[in-house]
């Protein structure tokens, strides 16, 4: 997390990552094979408020947790991970390929959405079967894009209020 990572800084990626868990463990809708959750949208805010390492790091912890503790221990390790994945491919949009642009983050959000669909659909093979895999894509892609749309709302209100650039600005 570099050499400037100060006890602010594990403060701020603590609290994310207890965000990420509450969206993912209160917020859940219950599905056939497990729940959609609220938890991508933090995820997604917390790379924009924490930067490309932290917010990965926020987003892995918090979802892992909530797998943990709701029931999902075979999804722990693979859930950490993919978050992680998604998290770091919107920073690299976000904070690299796109600088500087308005809605780069959103990009970022999309194609790491796409890579988690991805990547839950493959390791699901091994787990169950192709089958199931397959079946389970209608979920994923209602929870990933259900998780830009509401961050895409709640950053609109937070950068129109000016909220966003206190809240970086305060991580700078």
Request: aromatic letters at 12%; hydrophobic letters at 50%.
């Given at each position: 997390?570099?050499?400037?990572?100060?006890?602010?800084?594990l403060t701020a990626t603590a609290i994310s990552a207890a965000?990420?868990?509450?969206?993912?463990?209160?917020?859940?809708i219950p599905a056939?094979?497990?729940?959609?959750?609220?938890?991508?949208?933090?995820?997604f805010i917390s790379v924009l408020l924490?930067?490309?390492k932290r917010g990965a790091f926020a987003g892995g912890i918090g979802a892992a947790l909530a797998d943990g503790l709701g029931g999902y221990t075979h999804y722990i390790l693979p859930t950490f991970?993919?978050?992680?994945?998604?998290?770091?491919?919107?920073g690299v949009f976000t904070y690299k390929i796109l600088k500087g642009k308005k809605y780069g983050w959103f990009v970022g959000a999309v194609v790491g959405?796409?890579?988690?669909i991805i990547l839950y659909t493959l390791i699901k093979i091994?787990?169950?079967?192709?089958?199931?895999?397959l079946s389970r894509l209608p979920g994923n892609i209602l929870q990933t894009g259900t998780g830009i749309a509401i961050a895409s709302v709640i950053i609109a209100v937070?950068?129109?209020?000016?909220?966003?650039?206190?809240?970086?600005?305060?991580e700078g």
């Open positions: 997390m570099g050499n400037d990572f100060t006890a602010k800084d965000l990420v868990f509450i969206m993912t463990y209160v917020f859940k056939p094979s497990g729940y959609t959750h609220l938890g991508d949208c933090m995820i924490l930067g490309t991970f993919i978050k992680a994945i998604m998290a770091v491919i919107m959405g796409v890579a988690q091994p787990m169950y079967d192709v089958v199931y895999a937070l950068d129109k209020s000016g909220v966003l650039n206190r809240l970086r600005d305060m």
